[in-house]
């Protein structure tokens, strides 16, 4: 309804002519008060574009069919950091209609709530898919009361499964480190740079090397993990060459670069990981993150946003065809929160161009998707708690 006709429907209510006329006097005053406008509210924020850009091929996944209450031997999840339905959607478009992810037959929608916030960060976030609890924001394996919870990844090495991680972020970061770690502050990446030399990780890959070797208190991460057998690499091209584990690829001092400045890392990445870790003949748990998605979404750009959620579903991409040769792995895809309160008031599938805005430089508080493929992948359909990501891995693999 445009302003005149606002004007007009009050009027009409209005019967006593004489007051019409002050009456509409008094109405033209209150025009802008009235959501009049409305229909150009978009352009009250600033619009970011992303005016399309190459495409990629999706997997088919009609070849493979697992039957209902199957159990995999292998869990692959991938977690979008950042990605909600307006980043998936953008995505989508940008990949003129149709994405990996998008393949993938069992959807759902989790709550990201953490324990002392409507709106999470990824830390609490993090440690919810991670341990099957929620946690204060902030805190990376560990509950309300600061108390140690065992992760999905420890859990899977105990019962003697291979393990691994891979992120675009610095591997200490919020994400990964919920996996691995368990300290109060997430913000402590020295600190949670010593849980990889501790605990049974097979393979990891990421940045953050100076959180390793260039510490306060003197130690040489790199050189303990070299020592306890791992192959440390600084660079993709070496870890590509690895043909055992345990690996450790610390390929940046801090993050790694935006795509496309850092090329195909995180889809060769997730593929080498997978079969590295697939040597294992009781199977494996390995965590792929998207971290930049977020990024682009702190940053309000639609082009950052876009080329790391395309970037991202390449990755998801491996581990699909990973999980058809196999027939034994469980591919998981969801995020921790959503970042930018995202909104899409433009698009073009025949070129691929989104137009956003954002409501926030934060994250918001709304539901994200999860989707499933392989040996269990119906157990994710539905509406749920984000800790229940943990509780079905764990429920599909009879721990």
Known sequence: MNCFTKVAHLLYYHKPIVMKSCLFAFLMMLIPFLGCGQENYKFSHPVSEYRGGSMHPVVDLSGFAPGLGSRPRN??????D??????????????????????????GFIMTHSANKYVTDSAAGGTALATGQKTNNGAIGVDVNGNTIPTILEIADSKGLHTGLVSTSAITHATPASFIAHVPSRGSYEDIATFFTGIGIDVFMG????????????????????????RVVNALNDAIEAKTTPLAALVADE???????????????TAKSAELLSSNASGFFLMVEGSQIDWGGHQNDAIYVVDEMLDFDRAVGKALEFALRDQNTLVVVTADHETGAMSLINGDFETGGVRAVFASEDHSGVMVPVFAFGPGAERFMGFYHNTDIFLKMKEVWGF
């Open 207 to 230: 940045g953050g090397r100076l959180h390793f070797e260039s510490r306060a208190d003197g130690r040489h991460l790199s050189n303990e993990l070299t020592s306890k057998g791992f």
């Open 255 to 269: 993050h790694i670069a935006r795509y496309p400045e850092r090329g195909d890392y995180l889809p060769l990445a």
């Open 82 to 107: 950042g990605m909600g339905v307006s980043q998936l959607y953008a995505g989508i478009t940008a990949n003129r209609g149709a994405l990996n992810i998008t393949q993938m037959p069992y959807v």
């Open 75 to 80: 869990i692959i999840l991938l977690i979008g």
